[in-house]
Protein backbone atom coordinates (compact mmCIF):
# COMPACT_ATOMS: atom_id res chain seq x y z
CA UNK A 1 0.00 0.00 0.00
CA UNK A 2 1.13 3.10 -1.03
CA UNK A 3 0.23 6.80 -1.22
CA UNK A 4 -0.75 6.44 -5.11
CA UNK A 5 -3.42 3.46 -4.36
CA UNK A 6 -4.83 5.71 -1.87
CA UNK A 7 -4.63 9.04 -4.24
CA UNK A 8 -6.44 6.05 -6.75
CA UNK A 9 -8.82 5.19 -4.43
CA UNK A 10 -9.78 8.55 -3.87
CA UNK A 11 -9.75 9.94 -6.92
CA UNK A 12 -7.45 13.15 -5.78
CA UNK A 13 -4.00 13.41 -6.93
CA UNK A 14 -0.79 12.06 -4.69
CA UNK A 15 -0.25 16.02 -3.23
CA UNK A 16 -3.48 16.48 -2.02
CA UNK A 17 -3.17 13.05 0.07
CA UNK A 18 0.16 14.25 1.47
CA UNK A 19 -1.42 17.44 2.34
CA UNK A 20 -4.43 16.14 4.48
CA UNK A 21 -1.74 14.14 6.19
CA UNK A 22 0.16 16.74 6.60
CA UNK A 23 -3.18 18.51 7.99
CA UNK A 24 -2.59 21.56 5.66
CA UNK A 25 -5.29 24.24 5.80
CA UNK A 26 -5.06 24.43 2.04
CA UNK A 27 -7.72 21.45 1.55
CA UNK A 28 -11.62 21.92 2.06
CA UNK A 29 -12.84 20.38 5.18
CA UNK A 30 -15.08 18.23 2.48
CA UNK A 31 -11.78 16.54 0.39
CA UNK A 32 -9.98 16.39 3.64
CA UNK A 33 -12.38 14.19 5.41
CA UNK A 34 -12.74 11.73 2.07
CA UNK A 35 -9.29 11.12 2.07
CA UNK A 36 -9.02 10.11 5.89
CA UNK A 37 -11.79 7.85 5.49
CA UNK A 38 -9.92 6.27 2.37
CA UNK A 39 -7.24 6.17 4.62
CA UNK A 40 -8.74 4.32 7.37
CA UNK A 41 -10.53 2.03 5.22
CA UNK A 42 -6.84 0.94 3.53
CA UNK A 43 -5.33 1.06 7.08
CA UNK A 44 -2.86 3.06 4.78
CA UNK A 45 0.51 4.12 7.03
CA UNK A 46 2.69 6.60 5.46
CA UNK A 47 6.35 6.41 4.91
CA UNK A 48 8.24 8.28 7.05
CA UNK A 49 11.69 7.61 5.96
CA UNK A 50 10.35 8.12 2.36
CA UNK A 51 9.15 11.40 3.35
CA UNK A 52 12.33 12.31 5.42
CA UNK A 53 14.40 11.57 1.97
CA UNK A 54 11.83 13.98 0.10
CA UNK A 55 12.30 16.86 2.53
CA UNK A 56 15.65 16.26 3.93
CA UNK A 57 14.39 16.32 7.60
CA UNK A 58 13.57 13.34 10.00
CA UNK A 59 11.99 15.14 12.39
CA UNK A 60 13.92 13.13 14.83
CA UNK A 61 16.11 14.71 17.90
CA UNK A 62 18.91 13.27 19.72
CA UNK A 63 19.46 13.42 23.62
CA UNK A 64 22.20 12.72 25.34
CA UNK A 65 22.13 12.65 29.35
CA UNK A 66 24.59 11.39 31.41
CA UNK A 67 23.10 8.54 33.95
CA UNK A 68 19.64 7.23 33.10
CA UNK A 69 19.55 5.49 36.50
CA UNK A 70 19.59 8.97 38.21
CA UNK A 71 16.29 10.33 39.01
CA UNK A 72 16.73 13.81 37.83
CA UNK A 73 16.92 12.83 34.48
CA UNK A 74 14.04 10.15 33.35
CA UNK A 75 12.11 13.34 34.36
CA UNK A 76 13.86 15.72 31.45
CA UNK A 77 13.45 13.01 28.85
CA UNK A 78 10.02 12.81 29.97
CA UNK A 79 9.59 17.02 29.59
CA UNK A 80 12.07 16.88 26.53
CA UNK A 81 9.93 14.55 25.10
CA UNK A 82 6.53 15.87 25.71
CA UNK A 83 7.55 19.07 24.37
CA UNK A 84 9.48 17.19 21.34
CA UNK A 85 5.75 15.46 20.72
CA UNK A 86 3.76 18.45 20.52
CA UNK A 87 5.68 19.68 17.77
CA UNK A 88 5.95 16.52 15.94
CA UNK A 89 9.15 15.76 16.55
CA UNK A 90 10.16 12.30 17.99
CA UNK A 91 13.13 11.74 20.25
CA UNK A 92 16.00 9.57 20.37
CA UNK A 93 18.01 9.27 23.53
CA UNK A 94 21.22 7.55 25.01
CA UNK A 95 23.39 8.31 28.05
CA UNK A 96 27.58 8.25 28.93
CA UNK A 97 27.19 6.67 31.70
CA UNK A 98 29.47 10.18 32.90
CA UNK A 99 31.98 8.76 30.69
CA UNK A 100 33.57 11.66 28.52
CA UNK A 101 34.99 9.07 26.14
CA UNK A 102 31.42 7.68 25.56
CA UNK A 103 30.20 11.01 24.49
CA UNK A 104 31.56 10.63 21.41
CA UNK A 105 30.39 7.68 20.40
CA UNK A 106 26.88 8.77 21.34
CA UNK A 107 26.96 11.94 19.38
CA UNK A 108 28.42 9.75 16.15
CA UNK A 109 25.63 7.28 16.25
CA UNK A 110 23.13 9.98 16.60
CA UNK A 111 24.39 11.90 13.51
CA UNK A 112 24.44 8.86 11.44
CA UNK A 113 20.67 8.19 12.48
CA UNK A 114 20.43 11.65 10.64
CA UNK A 115 18.59 13.32 13.73
CA UNK A 116 18.00 16.90 13.01
CA UNK A 117 19.35 18.46 16.20
CA UNK A 118 20.87 16.98 19.48
CA UNK A 119 20.55 18.27 22.62
CA UNK A 120 23.13 16.86 25.16
CA UNK A 121 22.00 17.80 29.01
CA UNK A 122 25.46 16.44 30.34
CA UNK A 123 27.84 17.49 33.01
CA UNK A 124 31.01 17.56 31.18
CA UNK A 125 30.96 18.10 27.77
CA UNK A 126 34.81 17.53 25.56
CA UNK A 127 34.47 20.00 22.90
CA UNK A 128 36.24 17.56 20.59
CA UNK A 129 33.25 14.88 20.83
CA UNK A 130 31.42 17.34 18.92
CA UNK A 131 32.86 17.49 15.87
CA UNK A 132 30.77 14.54 14.14
CA UNK A 133 27.60 17.05 14.67
CA UNK A 134 29.79 20.43 13.74
CA UNK A 135 31.10 19.03 10.16
CA UNK A 136 28.14 18.56 9.03
CA UNK A 137 26.24 21.42 10.93
CA UNK A 138 24.42 19.29 13.06
CA UNK A 139 22.14 22.28 15.76
CA UNK A 140 23.32 21.43 19.11
CA UNK A 141 22.27 22.74 22.06
CA UNK A 142 24.76 21.81 25.88
CA UNK A 143 23.61 21.82 29.37
CA UNK A 144 25.31 24.53 31.71
CA UNK A 145 28.48 24.75 29.70
CA UNK A 146 29.88 27.80 30.45
CA UNK A 147 33.16 27.31 28.32
CA UNK A 148 31.46 26.51 25.56
CA UNK A 149 28.69 28.97 26.07
CA UNK A 150 30.12 31.65 23.54
CA UNK A 151 30.14 28.77 20.49
CA UNK A 152 26.92 26.52 21.30
CA UNK A 153 23.46 27.45 22.34
CA UNK A 154 23.79 26.71 26.38
CA UNK A 155 20.90 26.06 29.03
CA UNK A 156 22.51 27.75 32.13
CA UNK A 157 21.72 26.16 35.82
CA UNK A 158 21.12 28.58 38.34
CA UNK A 159 22.89 27.05 41.38
CA UNK A 160 23.08 29.81 43.99
CA UNK A 161 19.74 30.50 44.18
CA UNK A 162 19.22 26.71 45.01
CA UNK A 163 22.04 26.46 47.72
CA UNK A 164 20.85 29.95 49.47
CA UNK A 165 17.25 28.97 49.59
CA UNK A 166 18.24 24.98 51.20
CA UNK A 167 20.67 27.47 53.49
CA UNK A 168 18.31 29.86 54.54
CA UNK A 169 15.57 26.97 55.05
CA UNK A 170 18.06 25.03 57.69
CA UNK A 171 19.02 28.26 59.15
CA UNK A 172 15.44 29.31 60.02
CA UNK A 173 15.37 25.62 61.62
CA UNK A 174 17.70 26.59 63.63
CA UNK A 175 20.60 24.63 62.37
CA UNK A 176 24.20 27.04 62.48
CA UNK A 177 26.63 23.85 61.51
CA UNK A 178 25.32 22.72 57.79
CA UNK A 179 27.20 19.88 55.94
CA UNK A 180 27.27 19.01 52.35
CA UNK A 181 27.51 16.07 50.46
CA UNK A 182 29.28 17.03 47.19
CA UNK A 183 30.06 15.92 43.63
CA UNK A 184 33.11 14.41 42.35
CA UNK A 185 35.79 17.54 42.53
CA UNK A 186 36.70 17.03 38.52
CA UNK A 187 33.18 17.51 37.45
CA UNK A 188 33.36 21.31 36.40
CA UNK A 189 28.87 21.42 37.58
CA UNK A 190 30.73 19.89 40.94
CA UNK A 191 32.48 22.87 41.92
CA UNK A 192 30.44 25.25 40.48
CA UNK A 193 27.82 23.38 43.06
CA UNK A 194 30.67 23.34 45.95
CA UNK A 195 31.24 27.21 45.33
CA UNK A 196 27.56 28.08 45.27
CA UNK A 197 27.17 26.05 48.65
CA UNK A 198 30.13 27.84 50.19
CA UNK A 199 28.94 31.37 49.38
CA UNK A 200 25.28 30.40 50.73
CA UNK A 201 26.86 29.88 53.75
CA UNK A 202 28.72 33.04 53.43
CA UNK A 203 25.82 35.13 52.69
CA UNK A 204 23.86 33.88 55.83
CA UNK A 205 27.11 34.50 57.97
CA UNK A 206 27.84 30.81 58.81
CA UNK A 207 31.17 28.72 59.27
CA UNK A 208 32.38 27.11 55.94
CA UNK A 209 34.03 24.18 57.87
CA UNK A 210 35.81 21.67 55.00
CA UNK A 211 35.65 18.67 57.26
CA UNK A 212 31.76 19.00 56.51
CA UNK A 213 32.09 18.48 52.97
CA UNK A 214 32.02 15.04 51.90
CA UNK A 215 32.30 13.66 48.16
CA UNK A 216 30.47 11.14 46.48
CA UNK A 217 30.66 9.56 43.13
CA UNK A 218 26.88 10.30 43.03
CA UNK A 219 26.42 6.76 43.19
CA UNK A 220 24.20 5.10 45.95
CA UNK A 221 26.72 3.31 47.67
CA UNK A 222 28.92 6.78 47.55
CA UNK A 223 26.08 8.35 49.01
CA UNK A 224 25.82 6.08 51.77
CA UNK A 225 29.93 6.14 52.49
CA UNK A 226 29.90 10.25 52.15
CA UNK A 227 27.05 10.13 54.88
CA UNK A 228 28.67 7.97 56.66
CA UNK A 229 32.18 10.15 57.21
CA UNK A 230 30.29 12.92 57.82
CA UNK A 231 28.61 11.08 61.18
CA UNK A 232 31.84 9.86 62.20
CA UNK A 233 32.86 12.84 62.56
CA UNK A 234 33.61 13.90 66.68
CA UNK A 235 32.24 17.70 66.09
CA UNK A 236 29.41 16.76 62.80
CA UNK A 237 27.07 19.30 61.11
CA UNK A 238 23.55 19.27 62.45
CA UNK A 239 22.07 19.44 58.73
CA UNK A 240 23.43 18.31 55.58
CA UNK A 241 22.80 19.59 51.76
CA UNK A 242 23.07 17.06 49.51
CA UNK A 243 23.94 16.64 45.75
CA UNK A 244 21.18 15.99 44.52
CA UNK A 245 20.47 13.00 41.75
CA UNK A 246 21.22 9.24 43.05
CA UNK A 247 24.56 10.27 45.42
CA UNK A 248 21.46 9.58 48.70
CA UNK A 249 18.90 8.04 47.38
CA UNK A 250 18.46 4.34 48.66
CA UNK A 251 15.36 3.01 46.78
CA UNK A 252 14.05 2.30 42.81
CA UNK A 253 14.66 5.94 41.56
CA UNK A 254 11.33 5.09 38.84
CA UNK A 255 9.06 5.42 42.55
CA UNK A 256 10.55 9.09 42.90
CA UNK A 257 11.82 10.15 45.97
CA UNK A 258 12.90 12.94 48.46
CA UNK A 259 16.48 12.95 49.36
CA UNK A 260 15.40 13.36 53.21
CA UNK A 261 12.79 10.71 53.11
CA UNK A 262 15.31 8.10 52.17
CA UNK A 263 18.17 9.67 54.73
CA UNK A 264 15.53 9.40 57.52
CA UNK A 265 15.16 5.70 56.34
CA UNK A 266 18.70 4.79 55.71
CA UNK A 267 19.33 6.36 59.04
CA UNK A 268 17.07 4.08 61.01
CA UNK A 269 18.36 1.14 59.99
CA UNK A 270 20.01 -1.16 62.65
CA UNK A 271 23.10 -0.85 61.38
CA UNK A 272 23.50 2.71 61.36
CA UNK A 273 21.97 3.98 64.88
CA UNK A 274 25.17 3.79 66.31
CA UNK A 275 25.36 6.99 65.03
CA UNK A 276 22.85 7.90 67.81
CA UNK A 277 21.02 10.88 66.43
CA UNK A 278 17.42 11.44 64.85
CA UNK A 279 16.77 12.66 61.94
CA UNK A 280 14.90 15.23 61.82
CA UNK A 281 14.53 15.86 65.98
CA UNK A 282 18.16 16.07 66.08
CA UNK A 283 19.61 16.64 62.40
CA UNK A 284 17.88 17.83 58.78
CA UNK A 285 18.92 16.86 55.54
CA UNK A 286 17.98 18.68 52.08
CA UNK A 287 18.75 18.63 48.66
CA UNK A 288 19.83 20.63 45.92
CA UNK A 289 18.38 20.03 42.68
CA UNK A 290 19.21 23.02 40.24
CA UNK A 291 16.89 25.64 41.33
CA UNK A 292 15.90 23.77 44.37
CA UNK A 293 15.66 23.40 48.12
CA UNK A 294 14.19 21.37 50.76
CA UNK A 295 11.33 19.74 48.59
CA UNK A 296 11.44 17.79 45.28
CA UNK A 297 11.85 20.07 42.46
CA UNK A 298 11.02 19.08 38.59
CA UNK A 299 13.89 19.15 36.51
CA UNK A 300 12.20 22.22 34.49
CA UNK A 301 13.34 25.60 35.95
CA UNK A 302 16.22 26.77 34.06
CA UNK A 303 17.56 29.61 32.42
CA UNK A 304 18.16 29.42 28.68
CA UNK A 305 21.10 31.91 27.16
Known sequence: MDIQQVAKRAKVSTATVSRVLNRSSNVREKT????????????????????????????????????????????????????AAEQGIEVIFTHTNYDPRRLQNCVRRLVERNVDAIAIMTSEVDEQALQEATKVQL?????????????????????????????????????????????????????RRREAFCLALKRCSLEVCPEWIATTDLRVEGGKIAMQQLLALGHRPTAVVTYGGRSIASSPPSRGFRSERFVRDWLRRPANRRHDFSCPDDDSVTQERDRASCLYQPARGYKDN
Open 139 to 191: PLVLLNQRSLQDKYRNVMVEYSRGFQEAVEHLRALGHTAIGFIAGPSHLRSAQ
Open 32 to 83: SAHVRRIIEELNYVPNTNARNLRVGRTRLFGLIISDINNPFFPELIDAFEGL
